[in-house]
């Protein structure tokens, strides 16, 4: 792909789904409180700019400070499940039933448990963006070649030096992967956590308020405003990866059989 | 020192799926390597010439007879090298898993490149490498293991034809410098007449040792010469193999 057609082809995409959804709002015969037209949404993000921003830096620290905390108990958890059969089959399953709790139930919990402060979003959030990085680093970890323990352990290697040098930068690139899944959730999360965690502040709160208000407008605004920031954070991620296991893209231990 | 003996090991794998329930990989098979001596094993793929050398490394045990050997070390087809690591701190690993220091182990591993003609390269990542320099780096890992046993596991199996035989002529200068007790299993016949004192033949599974021939010709060896050349048809003859 040329260097102009890789500009030009998601700007043409972004252009068609916007003009698709202007011509939707405006001729389609729904509500405008509804669905407002994205004409209205991008006046409301420049004269509710203030608002905004000052809400989302409230949301992205949520965000920022939930990945970073699920991140390293994600890889925590990984490592104790990856070390130990029986912890894997014993928890496992429960991991994959702590996805399934609906926020709006166990949020009244949280806020019973660590108020209304930034605790029980953190726990909201970390809660959902924990299991893909769970999944994928573990699925790292279980992937390191059988034959290269094989190796390790003729040379010596003990299972503590097995996992320092091999294990663990083998699951880098699994934790990275899995936060990247988890940016999306998160900022889902950070929403959910502010509409059910009593929050009085962030664009979820903004979101939540501006319905009732009749300024749907603002609340696609907010919410634009929050998938261009995950957007960030994903891309972020992927430079990361760039620079941290540039490795992860070539096939591991060479020619294969 | 004892070298390597192997007597009448057998070793059965459990295997789902299978109406017996169960795969005989070994069954009577007996191998002796002397003290510095190099002993190439072929056979078909499948006859278990992988499981001896784990039971030599004592990664398994056998299900019966027995297996006596030096301290030995693995040395796989593939270079398993790791991706993140520079060529250097992948030699030097040998030294790193036993709690040598990174520096330490550094500094022992620098004069192996340059002996090995990896000179210069000690800092490129493995991807960088052609496939004959990694091998010779995996190489380097084996010997700084420090153990009088190599387990070779079809080294070369991977490479192209080329690069082979010049890996091939590289090993045996080599080990004529740092003799060491070497099992090398290949299912390449010529590979195990140019480098090998003894070959062992072995049977399609169950394995065994069905036929043994000393190589009595001088080094260094080369694929043509008369005395290898029918050293192999001897070998291939007693694999089995269509004259």
Redesign the interface.
Known sequence: MSRAARVLAPLAILLALLGAWELYALYGGVDRLILPAPHEVAQSLWTDRTLLWDNLRVTAGEVLLGIVAAGGAGFICALALHLSLALRRSTYPLLVASQTIPIPLIAPLLVVWLGFGLGPKLVIIGLISFFPIVVTTLDALSRVDREQINLLRTLDASRWRILRHVELPAALPGLLSGAKVAVAVAVIGAVFAEVFGGSSSGLGNVVQYAIPNLRTDRAYAAVLILSAFAIALFGLLTLAERWLVPWAHNPPGGNTR | MDGVRVDGVERVFRVRGRRSGEVVALRGMSLRAAPGEIVAVVGASGCGKSTLL?LI???QQPDAGSVAADP?????????????ASALDNAA??L????VPAGKARIEAVPWFDRFGLGGFEHA???ELS?GM?QRVAFV?TLL?G?PVL?LDEPF???DALTRQEMQGWLARTLAEEPRTVVLVTHDVEEAVVLADRVVVMSPRPGRAVAELDVRVPRPRHRTDADVVALRERALQALGAPA
């Open positions: 784990e490394c004592g990664l030995a070390v693995l040395m796989p087809q593939r270079d398993l090298l790791l991706p993140w690993l040998a790193r898993v036993r709690g990542r493995p991807a496939g990694r890992r293991a153990k387990a199996a991977a490479l």
